[in-house]
């Protein structure tokens, strides 16, 4: 024993490498783990006991018969020298150092150093190429869609067309589509970012059209839903009728007999402008007086050039001012049930009635008095032409003389 302490060990190093620096932590975290490890199953084992809280008397015993040779021996080394002890002691503890020192200074492996490093090195490549791969999936795509999208450009199918009308009674479908001045050859994805400029085109091709609107659905198929006026009555000639729309134009396409309908408004004068203004003020009318009546005439006096007389479905004639509609045609319901039929309201100035009889005798008044008038004009204008010519009579008969 001894000799053995006698003995000199290996020299230690005192610098360390960077390989041994890590081997030695590396071996302190390993001893950590075994006595956290030990630490762990004395618990459990302690929790074990803990458990078994009822023994038979025959593991009693077993335990105390090992609890006494525990004792004994215990007792056997208590006895022995304290110079034979001392020497068992160190010897142990100098293997243990010599043990230590060997696997503190053995030189790992290269292999498990280029494991370490090709472990670490795949760690980070991985680490990259995910990385690189997130971003490129949002070029790839792109490039994807813009390749399918040339492609498409390529086939016949980027050219086709389908246009289909809906809501068009009066305007003519291919009257439409020609002053749209959409083309075979356009693409279908231009056909449908230039939409607005062909509806402007549509719209202004028929005086029918009050609103259109196009939708377009997938593949090929435009939708053309298109809004007509609303027919307010007939300008009536003396051969044609022509629709009067709601918006106060009259149509230039006359529309044939058999196709009116039984009942409508019969416009007879002609002036575009005045009739406009007849169709605003009259939509500002209840429908129950609207409806009522079933003709216009201009009737324009002397004071009143936009004077017009209503025909109504009872007989009644009423006499207005376009420019007085709005203001004085609501009360016909009320001047109404205080006359008889067939009599006259005349709204011109103020608001008064008369019957049939007094209208024919004031129409021939009036007659009367327009011919006395022309008389007067042509006996004055006779007077004047006589006056005329005795004067150029006279300067003849003067002229003479001096010959």
């Known amino acids: ?40 199953k004395a618990q459990e084992e302690k929790d074990r006991q803990e458990l ?48 230590e020192k060997i696997i503190y200074l053995t030189e790992p492996s290269e292999a498990m150093l280029e494991e370490e490093e090709l472990a670490k090195k795949a760690k980070k490549e991985g680490q990259i190429a995910r990385r690189h791969i997130y971003r490129a999936i949002p070029v ?16 016949p199918l980027a050219k086709q067309k389908i246009i289909e009308f809906s809501g068009n009674k009066n305007a003519d479908q291919d009257l439409l589509f020609e002053k749209s001045q959409i083309q075979d050859r356009d693409y ?41 006026y609303q027919v307010f009555g007939y300008y ?53 007086v609207r409806d009522q009546i079933e003709a216009v005439d201009l009737t324009p006096s002397k004071v009143t050039k936009d004077l017009v007389t209503l025909t109504m479905k009872d007989g009644t004639k009423v006499l207005v001012p376009v420019s007085q509609i709005k203001r004085k045609l609501p009360y016909y319901s009320q001047v109404r049930k205080l006359i008889e039929e067939d009599s006259v309201i005349d709204m011109e100035a103020g608001i008064y009635s008369y ?6 005798t004031l129409a021939q008044e009036k007659k009367e008095k327009e011919e006395g008038e ?26 003479v003389p001096a010959e």
């Open 236 to 288: 009536v000639t003396e051969e044609d009728h022509y629709p009067i729309l709601e918006n106060g134009e009259v149509v230039e396409t006359p529309v044939a007999t058999n196709q009116l309908p039984k009942a409508y408004l019969a416009v007879r004068f002609s002036d575009r402008e005045l009739v406009r203004q007849f169709v605003k003020q009259l939509e500002k009318i209840p429908s129950s």
């Open 1 to 40: 024993m001894t000799d053995k302490k006698n003995q000199k060990t290996p020299k230690e190093i005192t610098k360390l490498s960077e390989w041994q620096r890590r081997n030695q932590e590396y071996q302190k975290k390993k001893q950590l783990e075994k006595q956290e490890e030990k630490e762990k």
């Open 355 to 360: 019957n049939a009889e007094t209208m024919a």
């Open 188 to 228: 279908t994805l231009t056909t449908f970012l230039n939409r607005d400029r062909y509806l402007a085109n549509m719209k202004a091709a028929s005086p029918w059209v009050k609103g259109i609107s196009m939708n377009y659905t997938f593949p090929t198929t435009f939708k053309v839903q298109v809004e007509e």
């Open 140 to 155: 790839l795509v792109i490039s994807t869609l813009i390749a399918l999208f040339s492609a498409y450009l390529l086939t």
């Open 374 to 399: 022309g008389n007067k004009t042509e006996e004055a204008d006779a007077n004047s032409t006589d006056s005329e010519e005795s004067a150029v009579v006279t300067e003849q008969h003067e002229e």
């Open 52 to 99: 078994l809280n009822q023994k038979t008397p025959s593991e009693d015993l077993d335990a105390e018969e090992q609890d006494t040779e525990t004792s004994e021996e215990n007792e056997k080394e208590a006895d022995l020298p304290e110079e034979e002890v001392q020497e068992t002691l160190p010897e142990e503890t100098e293997e243990d150092a010599e043990e």
